[in-house]
């Protein structure tokens, strides 16, 4: 007779293991149990079925309003996971300590294939060093010059709906897939001198994006989460990860043709403009430690990071606007008016100074990304153990920032908080409440978006021409739901009544 014993302690001591792990440890040994949260909804899953099947960060306003700006719930296994909205508490893990906070090994495996190891995804000293490198690119002085080229892309999108509605008054248009490719051509033109014309041709780059970018459905969701526990997920035959290897590839190859083609350029003394890869190879040149220098496959991976940040980001949140301003239009004349008076002339070039004199299309740029910031959160962990606002923080923590809770926090933005209210901005006593840690659409601190002043730029420009030409109103029975695609993506994709005025 076989002796089972050594199989029953076996199996006993595994039950015993992952019940201390994953039932008695989280909640009664933890130190994050001493941090207020809601109860767990589910024995395995935590708290994490009523974020999946949320809009992002949205239970995340009643649990901060409820329990305070530090705030412990649970995820899968019922693992604790903080989420942050006390300005303190953010001034600490964005500004003061901020490379005591980095970025989670789950998150960077999973942006990698997307953004390359770029500056997004550097740590420490090596993004000290990139972004000094970086930051020229991005000056005023640089975005100033980038205004007509965004007016130009922003044009030929104009023509080519002026053309899809034709002798019709008005048509249905998927404004999505037109800013995804405008916002695209833009950044291979001010990024690197290069004409992907993905509005007016089929291009293979501008599909690996749309690839990446739509949003998956609910039980893709969960495999992606379930991958930070089990990575063999990531290799799972599924649409997803397809997806994603196929149009890394593809961008990959891009970034590779790119940055070969600029640095030829430069080894034959034929580099001119002032691009941004162009700006940080002359930059990179200039920098006197050998050492301190960017390798080819650094600047390629940069490429990977503007291409991706520097398009997808912008025409979310200018899809976001138009999607707003369809449904208030009343606010959508009040912007109209203001920019028939700036900008008589349809086929207009803004200067920097006269798109940036705006006040109301300054007020709907701001309140788009309040409501709906085109990324919604980010995710850190801490470096060492450490105590934030007074409870104490074991090292490997994931820290969540929900950019879209603390937007929309009624403590923090009164009781209309969830309302698209442009003229809120023009209230003086808002310089009160807004601060660099209660409006944070571009983060804050040193690792804060360095194409902030291009974007705002960009997102204005390209406004200004759609709602100077034409009115936006919504489809009857159309509803678009906010899903995180990475960033923050309508779903299903914005289609609208398009109507010209010209
Ligand atoms: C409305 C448009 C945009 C929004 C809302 C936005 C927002 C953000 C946010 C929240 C971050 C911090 C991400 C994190 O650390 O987890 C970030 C970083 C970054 N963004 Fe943007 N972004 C926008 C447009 C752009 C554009 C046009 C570019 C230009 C190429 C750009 C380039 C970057 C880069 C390179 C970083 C990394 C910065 C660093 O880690 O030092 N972004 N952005």
């Given amino acids: 007779m076989i002796d089972s014993f050594p199989i029953i302690l076996l199996v006993t001591s595994i039950i015993c293991y992952f019940t201390y792990k994953y039932y008695i440890y989280p909640f009664y040994f933890s130190p994050l149990c001493k941090i207020p ?14 974020i999946i099947k949320s809009d992002v960060g949205i239970p995340h306003i009643a649990w901060a309003e409820k329990y305070g700006g530090i705030v412990m719930y649970r995820g899968l296994f019922n693992k604790p996971r903080i989420f942050i909205t006390d300005s303190k508490a953010l001034l600490h893990v964005m500004v003061s300590s901020v490379y005591d906070y980095p970025k ?3 998150f960077i ?24 490198m970086m930051n ?50 833009v950044i291979g033109l001010v990024g690197f001198n290069y004409e992907f014309n993905s509005l007016t041709s089929k291009n293979e780059l501008a599909e690996a994006y749309t690839m990446i970018f739509t949003p998956q459905n609910r039980r893709s969701t969960l495999l992606r989460i379930m991958s930070n526990y089990i990575p063999f997920f990531n290799k ?7 997806r994603t290897r196929e149009a890394s590839r593809i961008i990959d190859q891009v970034s590779n043709k790119l940055v070969t083609e600029t640095l030829d350029k430069a080894k034959l003394g034929e580099l001119e403009g002032n691009d941004l890869l162009t700006i940080l190879i002359r930059q990179n040149e200039q920098t006197a430690i050998k050492e301190d220098r960017m390798t080819e496959h650094e600047l390629k991976n940069q490429i990977m990071t503007f291409l991706a940040a520097g398009h997808e980001t912008t025409s979310v949140a200018i899809g976001w606007a138009l999607y707003f301003l369809s449904k208030n239009i009343e606010v959508q004349n009040t912007l109209r008016n203001e920019l028939l008076e700036a900008f008589p002339d349809k086929d207009f070039i803004p200067t920097f100074d006269q798109i940036n004199s705006l006040e109301f299309l300054n007020c709907v740029v701001k309140e788009t990304l309040r409501v709906n910031p085109a990324v919604p959160m980010t995710i850190r962990t801490t470096k060492k153990d450490d105590v934030i606002g007074g409870y104490m923080i074991p090292r490997g923590t994931p820290i969540f920032l929900f950019m879209n809770t603390i937007h929309r926090l009624p403590s ?10 442009p003229s809120r901005w023009l209230d003086p006593n808002l310089t009160s409440i807004q601060t660099n840690y209660t409006y944070i659409p571009f983060l804050t ?8 002043k291009l974007a705002l730029n960009e997102f204005k420009v390209m406004l200004a021409i ?3 030409n034409f009115k936006f109103t919504e489809i009857d029975g159309f509803e678009v739901k906010s899903k995180l695609a990475i960033s923050l993506r309508p779903d299903p994709t914005i289609k609208l009544w398009v109507e010209k005025l010209i």
Avoid at 236 to 242: A, G, R, S
Avoid at 445 to 452: A, E, F, L, V, Y
Wanted: hydrophobic content about 35%; some cysteine.
């Fill in 37 to 50: 949260g809601p109860s767990p909804d589910h024995f395995l899953f935590g708290n994490l079925m009523q």
């Fill in 104 to 106: 989670p090994p789950g």
């Fill in 109 to 132: 495996r999973d942006l990698k294939p997307l953004l390359g190891s770029g500056i997004l995804l550097a740590e420490g000293d090596t993004h000290k060093r990139q972004r000094k």
């Fill in 136 to 185: 020229p690119a991005f000056s005023f002085t640089n975005v100033k010059e980038m205004i007509p080229t965004f007016a130009k892309v922003g044009h030929i999108m104009k023509d080519l709906w002026i053309k899809e509605i034709g002798d019709n008054e008005k048509s249905q248009i998927d404004i999505m897939t037109y800013l995804s490719k405008a916002t695209l051509d």
């Fill in 236 to 242: 799972l035959p599924i649409e997803f990860n397809i």
């Fill in 412 to 421: 923090i933005w009164g009781s209309d908080a969830s309302t698209f209210k």
């Fill in 445 to 452: 601190g040193p690792r804060s978006c360095i194409g902030n």
């Fill in 466 to 468: 759609l709602i100077r």
